[in-house]
């Protein structure tokens, strides 16, 4: 299994254009310094009045594809 650590601010603005589609993807670096992208809505729980914010693990299988995520 891999996993990338990621650390995030999304605003409650940034996150409204991302809940109506107007974006789809997040695009962040890792704290490994790979610039990475994945579907916003993995973070959909996260989501509260202030926005996303905080540092994740996000783990893919073997394929590169999302396994899941968690709050740190």
Aim: hydrophobic share 40%; no cysteine.
């Amino acid at each position: 299994m891999q996993e990338i650590f990621v650390d995030i601010s999304i605003s409650p603005e940034e996150w409204i254009k991302l809940y109506q589609g107007v974006a789809t993807d997040v695009n962040t670096t890792a704290r490994d310094g790979r610039s990475v992208r994945f579907p916003a809505r993995i973070l959909s729980r996260f989501y509260l009045q202030n926005g996303v914010r905080g540092s994740f693990r996000i783990l893919f299988d073997a394929s590169g594809k999302f396994s899941s995520i968690e709050r740190l």
